[in-house]
């Protein structure tokens, strides 16, 4: 396939799925090549003879062609031979699909006429989706490079700056339009030269060796060319950039003319000279020196205080009456703005400032601004009004240096807002939006980011759902602050969440946890607790990893530790060794899971915090948000900490509650637990054992129904209801099965008349296109149906 990168309108708009031809004179082996590689999410182009595969390659690209031999009329080879000699498609991948023979003959032929492949009818479905879905994926990852290339060169050719691509030695190994232009040559005439020698010296070969001694950083500086016999001065920015193909560094060097900049520069200085007198130049080097210091000191601030604080430093150090400061904003939708007395003058000239991207001065002369410039452009601007006694190209002057000085750190300002913003939001969206309902127990959490919500870090927790009425809990906290911390944070969180789901003890997460965290981020650390509440069994399971200790208040008894054997952090080993522990936790309990930012405090050791939050935990309270209240209170300094505070707890309820809903998936642990918990339930609502032992009986029935028969033992949830109306117990099962029950099964039938002999009433409705439902009716106090069944 061409890659079409002469064309790179044409590689912009190729964004397209892949498509595959299917060339066969048969329309029923078309439709079952269509079957078969329907999955991929491809778009499938069918042609019934060799001169209508060659109509189709007229008009469109494609990843693979699978190409029958036998055809009527022009056969499979000779078509690929036609194939193979456009250019256009001489790399188009050609998979031979046939039944002629497996002799190695027509194999050899098959090769030889440009085939990539050869598949022999009947062939295996799977083994051909995925062959094709090679060539499906090389063609996407074909088309995205295609397109990166396409709007580097657009870019490059749409810049108004000069720029070329060198390699480490300075030979360069491409030049855009405005390069060429500012050096006076044609930029194809440049491809090949040093990048020193075009420049007429050697400047740039001492930049080159600055970046080469600094690591690689990048580097500025400003020197003169020559143009027609007449030197040029311009800036030039040099920055070393990675090859990912081939590996090593580039150079990739901008240029800007600054002639108009330095014309300006050297008749200010003219003026300034011709009008400066011994006082006046005392003066200047007095303000100078006090311009040269209105950022000290400043470095700790966010962008807002920043901001006001040079704006209030502006006016003093040159005596005006009025000041202006903003700084336009990387993504928000207001600027960071600030202003001093009476402005308004100076923020007119401010918006001039800013847009232009050069000083301006009100109509009279009263006010006068610079723009704040950065790397990337236009930062924002500063501006002064009512300043008297001090001639309007010193200001000037002055205001730039000042501009210059402030740049640098409000760039960093920004950055940094716009790091932390970047980072909170990915860390609040990360984050549960709500706790989920489980039957049986009550949740609460709080979670707040250090520095006062300016520092972001790694700091998690998660509840999860769990088949059979369990629930996992999670709570960990990254190494490290930022949107690194945040962003692996996220990753963990979700794989976690996987783990859980599929169905993992406490020690196999953890434990498959770290293998992760070793493969993603071996340098770093982690700690996490997960722990598993278990209301069929009264207990709980957790596992941690070099995690603080839970807290557990048993019923009747005071708040404890939960002391664990020491295990490593994750990350730390590639080994985990950590035990799972089993404890009881029956209706009343109380379990508090944290980070160490809520036990922790500047000056003193953890055993300290991890007292106060016992004797915390140890306060009467019935409710759960009051309880998490006071320990924040007790726990949590007045100033905000440097660490994040992250507090889960959870508390084993004593009913579960007159209607309640499960998910149930085909684990035998699962199954088992929702029994239980539908015992528990029937027994809460006063059903007798006879009651319990049928209404059980008849459910589970219609559970291991779904899940067999409906989901084909797939791990996708049933979803389950006990509800308690009049003294009726109804038992929903939801299934997403196809629905109609299969009539060749020579069972089908019978469990229904179980559950029909053992309950009051039982119904199935497979009409749903959304699966199908089983309702289990049963009056409790009743005469019980199994019992007349059995008489």
Request: glycine residues 10%; proline residues 6%.
């Amino acid at each position: 396939m061409a890659a079409r990168l002469d064309n790179p309108a044409a590689a912009l708009a190729d964004l397209g799925t892949p498509k595959v031809l299917l060339v066969d004179d048969r329309q029923e082996n078309l439709l079952a090549l269509k079957a078969v590689l329907a999955p991929l999410g491809v778009d499938l182009i069918a042609a019934g003879s060799g001169e209508e595969a060659l109509r189709e390659l007229l008009l469109h690209d494609f990843a693979v062609v699978l190409l029958d031999v036998q055809m009527p009329g022009m056969d499979g080879f000779e078509t690929a031979g036609y194939i193979r000699a456009r250019d256009r498609n001489r790399t188009t991948p050609i998979i031979f699909v046939t039944a002629i023979s497996k002799d190695v003959e027509h194999v050899l032929r098959g090769y030889e006429a440009g085939g990539v492949d050869y598949v022999l009818k009947p062939f295996d479905p799977a083994v051909l989706r995925s062959k094709v879905a090679v060539f499906a994926e090389l063609e996407r990852e074909r088309r995205a490079r295609a397109r990166s290339e396409a709007l580097l060169e657009n870019a490059l050719a749409g810049s108004p700056n000069g720029i070329a691509l060198a390699d480490a030695s300075g030979v360069i190994e491409r030049a855009n339009p405005a390069l060429g232009a500012l050096l006076g040559e044609a930029p194809e005439r440049l491809v090949g030269r040093r990048i020193d020698d075009v420049l007429g010296g050697g400047e740039l070969a001492e930049v080159a060796a600055r970046i080469r001694a600094r690591d690689w950083a990048p580097f500025a500086t400003e020197i003169e060319i020559s143009r027609d016999g007449v030197r040029v001065p311009v800036a030039v920015l040099v920055s070393a950039v990675g090859d990912p193909e081939a590996g090593g560094q580039h150079l990739f060097v901008q240029l800007w003319n600054l002639s108009d900049r330095v014309e300006a520069e050297r008749a200010r200085e003219g003026l300034v000279a011709e009008r400066a007198a011994r006082g006046e130049a005392e003066a200047l080097a007095h303000r100078l020196a006090k311009v040269a210091a209105i950022t000290d000191g400043l470095e700790s601030l966010r962008l807002g205080d920043l901001v006001r604080e040079l704006c209030e430093r502006l006016a003093e150090v040159l005596g005006a009456t009025g000041a202006a400061v903003r700084v336009l904003p990387p993504e928000r939708a207001a600027p960071a703005e600030a202003v001093h007395g009476d402005a308004a003058a100076a923020g007119a000239a401010l918006d001039e400032a800013i847009r232009d991207g050069a000083p301006a001065a009100s109509p009279d002369g009263g006010a006068i601004a610079v723009p704040l410039l950065a790397a990337g452009g236009i930062l924002g601007g500063m501006a002064v009004s009512g300043v008297t006694g001090t001639p309007e190209p010193q200001l000037r002057s002055l205001l730039t240096h000042a501009g210059e000085r402030a740049s640098l750190m409000l760039e960093r300002a920004r950055l940094f807002e716009r790091e932390h913003h970047i980072a909170s939001t990915l860390q609040r969206d990360l984050m549960p939006r709500e706790l989920p309902l489980v039957p049986g127990v009550s949740l609460s959490a709080h979670f707040h980011a250090g520095g006062d919500g300016t520092d972001v870090g790694g700091d998690w927790y998660d509840t999860i759902p769990l088949p059979g009425g369990r629930l996992g809990l999670v709570v960990g906290d990254v190494a490290g602050r930022g949107v690194s911390a945040a962003a692996r944070m996220g990753q963990l969180r979700s794989v976690a969440r996987a783990y859980a789901v599929e169905g993992h003890g406490p020690a196999a997460v953890v434990e498959r946890l770290n293998l992760y965290h070793r493969a993603l981020s071996p340098d770093d650390m982690t700690t996490l607790v997960y722990a598993v509440v278990e209301p069929d069994l009264d207990r709980l399971r957790f596992v941690t990893a070099g995690h603080p200790p839970p807290v557990l208040i048993a019923p009747g008894e005071a708040p404890r530790l939960l002391a664990q054997a020491s295990a490593p952090a994750l990350g730390v080993t590639e080994l985990f060794g950590g035990a799972e522990m089993v404890v009881d936790f029956p209706p009343g309990s109380v379990l508090m899971l944290y980070t160490d930012g809520l036990v922790e405090r500047r000056g003193e050791g953890i055993d300290l915090g991890l007292r106060r939050l016992v004797g915390a935990l140890g306060a009467p309270a019935v409710d759960l948000q009051a309880l998490q209240d006071h320990v924040l209170d007790v726990c949590v300094e007045t100033t905000a900490g440097d660490d994040d505070v992250t507090a889960l707890i959870v508390r084993a309820e004593p009913l579960l509650g007159e209607r309640v809903s499960f998910t149930l998936t085909p684990d035998r642990d699962a199954l088992a637990a929702l029994r239980r918990m539908l015992r528990r339930w029937l027994l809460e609502a006063g059903a007798a054992d006879a009651e319990v032992g049928a209404i059980t009986m008849a459910a589970n029935e219609a559970w291991q129904n779904a899940i067999e028969h409906a989901h084909r033992f797939a791990p996708v949830p049933v979803r389950i209801s006990f509800e308690l109306v009049d003294d009726e117990a109804v038992i929903t099962v939801r299934d997403a099965g196809s629905g109609v029950p299969d009539e060749s099964d020579p069972d089908r039938g019978r469990g229904l008349e179980l559950m029909r002999a053992l309950m009051d009433e039982a119904t199935l409705d497979f009409g749903s296109s959304r699966g199908g439902m089983v309702t289990l009716r049963r009056r409790i106090g009743a005469e019980d149906p199994a019992a007349a069944v059995a008489g």
